[in-house]
């Protein structure tokens, strides 16, 4: 079974901190993903990484950078956190090649910015 | 992100079916997934749908239809346990999907 874990479930912060989710995956996936959760927006994207040292901006980049130093691990940074990025982050991975093969999601961080 | 449609909420009642639409644009479709997701939970993978037509897994069905730019998930036999969000997504041309923002299931006793 694939497993992403996310180092947090629960996480506050205070205006203006930087802020790091860090994510694991254990099946050697090329591609990562992560995403904000928010209710009545669904899952939007904010960066994704198709290999290691590489990354492409999503939908919703503004105010996140992300670092893929190895190919297990894909970290979200928000360089100085404000009370709008409260919300559910879900880090996903998935297999380059195989299209049928799903994106595989952690549980989710839910960051509250104070 | 592209435009995924699908309804709010549905209830319906244990051991009956419901239908749950999903609406894209069809430009540049290339494979179409859903999700349940669990309150608090990870989102977790149902089906795969890319070429027209019904796929069927136990009490879930997936249909598509790439001209009209239209799927549904298709649940029997309701059990309490699929309260849920449904979650469709949509592949446009390379691996990074667009999600609808969900339908809510609610199953009644």
């Known amino acids: 079974d694939v497993k992403v874990t996310q180092s947090s479930r629960y996480l506050v912060k205070r205006t203006g901190e930087k802020v790091f989710l860090e994510c694991v995956q254990d099946?050697?996936?090329?591609?990562m993903f992560w995403y904000r959760q928010d209710p009545g927006l669904g899952l939007r994207l904010i960066y994704f990484?198709?290999?290691?040292?590489?990354?492409e901006k999503g939908d919703i980049p503004e105010g996140y950078s992300v670092s893929r130093e190895k190919k297990e691990r894909f970290s979200l940074i928000l360089e100085s956190a404000s009370t709008n990025q409260t919300s559910m982050y879900l880090c996903a991975s998935s297999q380059t090649g195989e299209k049928r093969k799903p994106q595989h999601f952690g549980d989710g961080t839910r960051l509250s910015i104070l | 992100g592209q435009n995924i449609d699908q309804p709010t909420e549905m209830t319906a009642t244990e051991g009956a079916i419901v239908q749950i639409n999903c609406t894209y644009q069809?430009?540049?479709?290339?494979?179409l997934f859903w999700y349940q997701q669990h309150a608090g939970e990870a989102p977790t993978f149902l089906s795969y749908n890319v070429l027209d037509g019904l796929e069927e897994k136990g009490r879930f069905s997936s249909f598509l239809s790439r001209s009209k730019g239209y799927s549904y998930l298709l649940l029997k036999e309701l059990q309490m346990k699929d309260s849920a969000s449904y979650l469709c997504a949509v592949r446009f041309n390379d691996y990074k999907l667009s999600f609808g923002a969900g339908t809510t299931v609610t199953v009644r006793a």
């Open positions: 069809t430009s540049g479709f290339n494979g």
């Open positions: 099946m050697d996936h090329e591609n």
């Open positions: 990484s198709y290999d290691v040292k590489m990354k």
